[in-house]
């Protein structure tokens, strides 16, 4: 099967912080992949490389084939097809949103990939509908609340339909209804050709987001393998602290047997 994503035994640090010590792992065309593992556990720093945003120190990070450095963006045509098969949802929406209004804020990427004013306003209109902000469309993003942010930031980067997506925790701050509709949205990508990388915490929705996954475990790969097989490794789930810790009514925290 081919690959949209190739890792390989890529370095990243902070200064002086190690956030991945050597990850090596793929993620095969059409499959939505989850990488779970605790805070600081590096999710987000590979989303990052994934999305072409920093680079690794060293090892190399493939879209399709082509290695992501930052000379390979610096090229006019390869940094706007990139950007076009490629949506990222970051973890914190307010690093994304930066227009005036909701509705300006869907419309910006089709317009600036040409689309005509007609077929903007339907597309924005539909996706404002599915994501069941239609009554944030005139709000300023930059005023919303965190949970109207987050979905202002998922819809602007569907509304373009990418094949490839970069979802960082996209339910995190959700309500129950809105983390519902967007399991659904990942759900039915099953089997339809897109490619999702998704980091979450979710171990409830596991199964219907991903199709695989990875944990990770600082910075590295502790673990792999279809959800369920994943959410039967209890000692796997702990060793990542992905599960709580029991806790005695005398006040000792130990973790289950
Ligand atoms: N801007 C930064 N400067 C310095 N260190 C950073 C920075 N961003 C992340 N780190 C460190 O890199 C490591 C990995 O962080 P990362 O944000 O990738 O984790 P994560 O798995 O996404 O965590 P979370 O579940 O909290 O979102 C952590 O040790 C973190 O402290
Ligand atoms: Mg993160």
Known sequence: MANTFEVEDVRYSYGDIS??????????KGRRVALLGANGSGKSTLLRLLAGLSFPASGTVRFLGDALSKERLEEEEFFYSFRRKVGVVF???DVQLFNASVFDELAFG????????????ERVMEMLREMRIEDLKDRAPHRLSGGEKKRVA???????????LLLDEPTAALDPPSQTQIVALLASW????????????????????ADSCYLLKDGQIAGQGDPLTVLHDVTLLEEAGLVRPHRHTHGHVHVME
């Open 154 to 164: 998922i819809a602007s980067v569907l509304v373009l339909d990418p094949e490839v």
């Open 19 to 28: 956030a991945l010590p050597g990850v090596t792992l793929n993620v095969p």
């Open 110 to 121: 089709p317009l600036q990939m040409g689309w005509p004013a007609q077929k903007v306003r």
């Open 91 to 93: 973890q914190n929406p």
């Open 190 to 209: 099953k089997d339809t050709g897109r490619t999702v990388v998704i980091a979450t915490h979710d171990l409830d929705a596991l199964e219907d987001l």
